[in-house]
């Protein structure tokens, strides 16, 4: 349904509501003349009728209600009494009006023929001129006359009366065959007259319902109680089919599975009755916007698209305040004044696009400006003065984790408060709300280009389909639009499969490596020997690692159940469940524990801290030229990749891959400082990606060795292009990379 047919759907089954109302208000009416109540009522209904009209173009309809609006307004005001010559136009205005919306119903316009609009108009006419006025049904005048539904054939009635429909040897005979032959009618027209008495039972069985018989209204608080119903009866299903696994009796199973489609259809269709399209939240937008950019001075083209993307009401309620806020925010920090745009190169309106989707069974909303972008070195000095992280901390962060600093309590850019923005008080509930029903948030930004904030949140948080795990003598469900898939890797394999970086595990899958955070870690105890894995891949926003756990038991639908105020400020847990054998299963909170386990930095040894000793740097160690090390600041490194060999395309005399979208130039790093590159046999190479502003290279490694924090004494021995000079790591003489000669002497980051 486009949006025009959905707009007059609504206004058919609202305006059919009032116009039941109206037939017992004016009726009342010439019980009580002097009502204002009732009076107030009615003017309302029809004023409402004809502003809607005129809005979706009916113009008759609108013509109609604009007349019977200023005779109720004189009765309203007291300048006009309610007696019976009044009452009878003004009901067959009703009537009217009634016929109008099923011409609209049926057509689509309110053209119809056969309902005459003007004959009512003048009589209203006459009553408002003068004062009274005797009035005289419209001989078509709708709900008088019953709408002829039979065909008229002019058949004398001798004729009819003699007509014999079986001569008592043969089969009958049909009526249309008999008149046919004595010449009364004509082949064509029994045809039309049965195409005339034709009815939708002929087709399927049931009439066509209306627009305003196809839809009922029901009072919120009774779809909550459905949901919370429907969640019980899937609880008990789910303990009757755990019941009947190793039972003998074939009924009883036949039962438990009869139960189990029935369940699943019946919760389906609850749960659509809740579901609403987000375009509800986005209709406010646009004035929103406009208020906002006349005050700022900005000039703003808004665009919006997927406003028919369905969630729950009860999530979309929760997001209408953090995407007002996201919106109000993009206004006030991303799009520049008309003045600064042009003096860029850009058009003087900026461009702000709300877009939202469904993808791995999850709603994504998407806030865009082509504005001034996020300054991440602004932004870490900020959270610096504002002893937010430190400088160790804020080296060690990616330009992605510094930006989303943004939602931290008391962050801000702004160096003046206004009515807008600047006390620091926004973002964090941003973040808070959205992480509150089950979503993620992240900003991704480019300065000069502009800025998304990725709105990620659940369709519903009533019932969620999920992966029960097993830990310990424990079970916990992890929900399955954060699952990736399942990883077993025996003893055997663990060798070439796992390896550690700076005491963290990680896993080398298809030329990735995922970060391992073990379940056992995550509930506060230490690290098992690693003998076996079973490994849970997840993915939290742009981050996927993986989760080692003791058992997979199976999937199934689990009803979410919210968990006590003791547990909220822990990031492991989103909630919990009661499983098949009654007891109570934990619901993994997936991102909480990335950012937890999976992010987490080093922190800056508190002992350099107290001495006053010199800060130490984080290093990454690398193997490369046949066994030279050479280092880098981890500051420097954005992530590792592997990639396969046959990715390498080329340009020129230039190496390339295709990543994330775009294009990543490569350096060989042992030829760039002057060493003889390795000749390997691998069918992969490893790769440290740099990035510096909107540039992004890079560097082909033989292998990383380690990452280690200490204090970098650099001497001039080994000095040359490429090479600031080296120092002793872990014993070993080591180059120390200078990185920005590297990017320069290679071209690549140009």
Not at 504 to 514: D, E, K, M, S
Request: hydrophobic fraction near 45%; glycine fraction near 8%; aromatic fraction near 2%.
């Amino acid at each position: 349904m486009d949006d025009d047919a959905e707009i007059i759907a609504e206004f058919l089954v609202e305006s059919h509501e009032n116009l039941d109302q109206l037939d017992r208000d004016l009726v009342e009416l010439e019980r009580q003349p002097g009502s204002r109540e009732l009076l107030s009522s009615i003017f309302r209904t029809i004023h409402t009728i004809k502003g809607t009209s005129g809005f979706l173009a009916f113009n008759r309809l609108e013509a109609l209600t604009h007349v019977g609006e200023n005779l109720l307004s004189k009765l309203r005001d007291g300048e006009m009494e309610m007696t019976g010559p009044v009452t009878e136009p003004l009901l067959s205005m009703v009537d009217t009006v009634r016929a109008l919306l099923g011409s609209v119903e049926a057509t689509g316009t309110d053209t119809a023929a056969g309902v005459d609009v003007d004959a009512v108009v003048a009589a209203l006419r006459a009553v408002l001129e003068g004062g009274a006025a005797v009035w005289e049904e419209p001989a078509d005048a709708p709900g008088i006359a019953e709408p002829v539904t039979t065909p008229e054939v002019d058949l004398p009635e001798a004729e009819v009366t003699e007509v014999e429909l079986g001569d008592g040897d043969g089969p009958p005979r049909l009526l249309g065959e008999i008149l046919i032959e004595r010449g009364v009618v004509t082949d064509a027209e029994i045809a039309e007259a049965l195409a005339e008495q034709k009815t939708p039972a002929d087709d399927d069985g049931e009439p066509r319902r209306g627009v305003v018989d196809s839809s009922v209204r029901v009072d919120v608080e009774l779809l909550d109680s459905l949901v919370q119903l429907v969640g019980e009866l899937v609880l008990t299903r789910n303990q009757v089919m755990q019941r009947t696994e190793n039972v003998d009796d074939i009924e009883l199973v036949r039962a438990a599975q009869r139960l189990d489609l029935v369940a699943s259809e019946l919760q389906e269709g609850i749960m659509k009755t809740r579901m609403q399209p987000i375009g509800q939240v986005w209709s406010k937008m646009p004035r929103i916007v406009r208020d906002l950019a006349v005050q700022l001075g900005r000039e703003v083209n808004l665009e919006m698209e997927g406003h028919e993307t369905e969630l729950d009401r009860s999530l979309l309620e929760a997001l209408k305040g953090p995407l007002t806020h996201l919106v109000r925010n993009a206004l006030d920090h991303g799009i520049e004044q008309p003045a600064d745009r042009v003096a860029a190169g850009k058009a003087a309106a900026g461009r702000l696009l709300l877009r939202s989707f469904h993808e791995s069974g999850q709603v994504v909303v998407e806030i865009s400006d082509d504005g001034k972008g996020i300054d991440p070195d602004l932004i870490a000095r900020v959270a610096i003065e504002r002893g937010l992280i430190t400088r160790d901390q804020a080296a060690r962060m990616e330009t992605r984790e510094i930006v989303n600093l943004i939602f931290r309590p008391g962050f801000s850019t702004a160096t003046e408060v206004t009515n807008v923005s600047g006390r620091g008080v926004g973002m964090d509930v941003v973040r808070t709300n959205i992480e509150r029903i089950g979503g993620t948030v992240d900003m991704q930004s480019q300065v000069g280009i502009g800025t998304t904030c990725r709105v990620r949140i659940p369709l519903t948080l009533a019932i969620i389909p999920a992966l029960v795990i097993g830990e310990g003598e424990e079970t916990y469900a992890i929900p399955q639009a954060n699952l990736v898939e399942l990883v077993r890797l025996e003893a055997d394999d663990l060798a070439g499969s796992v390896e550690e970086l700076a005491g963290a595990p990680l896993l080398r899958l298809r030329g990735h490596l995922l970060p391992l955070v073990s379940m056992a870690e995550v509930l506060g105890r230490a690290r098992p020997a690693f003998e076996s894995l079973t490994i849970v891949v997840v993915q939290a926003d742009d981050l996927r690692f993986g989760i080692c756990v003791d058992e997979v038991h199976d999937t199934q639908e689990i009803v979410v159940k919210p968990i006590g105020r003791q547990l909220k400020a822990l990031p492991t847990y989103a909630g919990a469940t009661i499983m098949g054998d009654g007891r109570v299963a934990l619901i993994l909170d997936v991102p909480g524990i990335a950012h937890a386990h999976a992010m987490a930095q080093n922190p800056r040894s508190d002992a350099a801290k107290a001495t006053g000793e010199a800060e130490s740097t984080a290093l990454l160690v690398l193997e490369v030229g046949g066994g030279s090390r050479a280092a880098l600041p981890l500051r420097e490194v954005s992530r590792l990749e592997e990639f396969s060999v046959d990715r390498i395309e080329r340009s020129g005399s230039a190496e390339a891959v295709q990543y994330r979208d775009g294009i990543l130039p490569l350096v060989r790093l042992a030829p760039a400082i002057g060493l003889v590159e390795s000749v390997r046999d691998d069918d992969q190479v490893s790769v440290v990606v740099h990035e510096s502003g909107t540039s992004r290279i890079g560097i082909v490694i033989d292998r990383v060795l380690d990452v280690i924090d200490v204090t970098v004494v650099c001497s001039d021995v080994g000095r040359r292009a490429g090479v600031l000079g080296s120092a002793v790591i872990g014993d070993r003489v080591t180059d120390l990379v200078d990185l920005d000669a590297v990017v320069a002497l290679s071209g690549a980051g140009a």
